[in-house]
């Protein structure tokens, strides 16, 4: 609350950097506390779940897909680094795009808008799919899966109990989503070696969410696809916002407007157009 007053005061009562980083610091949380809450509901229960899990198996299987089970076996023969995958799964990935935003934003500010539009509208629409219950593999030991953060006690699940998220929401994986949008964003936007941390993070992402029995293959792939029309979405929202500083810079007779005020412009109406992005096409 105090992040947003202090982002959208009128101008000149505060420093512009300032502001600026409070407003987007503002829209950052909101959208984490509306995908936090988003993650508490479960409309529809579990019921169909444990069928729908299977499909996807029966699916991996037309296609001829590496199975799961398989790649469990390399972290089943090995305790620490099992887990570490456990850990990986159940700790990272938020921090993980934490640290890539701020990143972004003070090193990356031209493109920094466009990617967590992107992220935004990627989690929307995660978040809707999801409650169509689907179980993860780890609900199938007859199928040779293990649960391998049960088998530690890592999970943060519980054995097929109630936990800090939803049990039969392994259909998309928003980790996956997430790791690998941090990928491609980071290697498109620096030329520096660092970016492989990035690329890194996206396969090790893919790795334990698998091996650790909590999600698809299918899982996996489908939340990354999702990437791609939120992605040219985001493109499209930010072309606007473009035109629209300009546009208001011709307005108010200036000959050029500061940087800072341009950005300043270009959040908000940003974040104006936003829920449209993510929630107008769920309406119709």
């Known amino acids: 609350m105090v992040l947003g007053v202090i982002g959208w005061w009128p101008t000149g009562a505060l420093r512009q950097p300032w502001r600026l980083v409070a407003a987007e610091t503002a829209v950052v949380m ?24 299977l499909t996807v198996w029966e699916i991996e299987q037309w296609l001829h897909l590496p199975r799961e089970q398989w790649l469990q076996q390399g972290p089943l023969a090995n305790r620490l680094v099992l887990q570490a995958s456990n850990l990986y799964y159940a700790g990272v990935h938020v921090p993980a795009m934490g640290i890539f935003l701020v990143w972004m934003y003070f090193r990356h500010r031209d493109q920094y808008r466009r ?81 492989w941390i990035a690329v890194v993070h996206a396969a090790a992402t893919v790795y334990v969410v698998t091996s650790t029995a909590n999600h698809w293959w299918l899982d996996g792939a489908v ?12 493109r499209r929202l930010a072309d606007r916002s473009g035109r629209s500083g300009v546009v208001a810079a011709g307005v108010v007779g200036q000959d050029e407007v500061p940087a800072v005020e341009a950005v300043s412009a270009a959040v908000r109406h940003d974040v104006a157009g936003l829920p449209n992005a993510v929630f107008g096409r769920v309406a119709e």
């Open 115 to 195: 990617w967590r539009t992107t992220l935004a509208l990627t989690t929307g629409i995660c978040l809707v799919i999801r409650y169509v219950p689907v179980a993860p593999p780890r609900f199938y030991p007859e199928l040779g899966f293990v649960d391998t953060a049960v088998q530690f006690n890592q999970s943060v699940y519980g054995a097929h109990g109630a936990g800090v998220s939803a049990q039969f929401a392994a259909m998309p994986s928003i980790h996956v989503a997430w790791g690998v949008l941090i990928g491609i964003a980071a290697w498109r936007a620096s030329s520096s070696r660092w970016r």
């Open 223 to 234: 939340g990354a696809a999702f990437l791609l029309p939120a992605y040219w979405v985001a």
């Open 30 to 53: 909101v959208l984490y506390a509306l995908w936090l809450r988003a993650g508490e509901l479960d409309p529809f229960g579990a019921e169909g779940g444990l069928d729908r899990g």
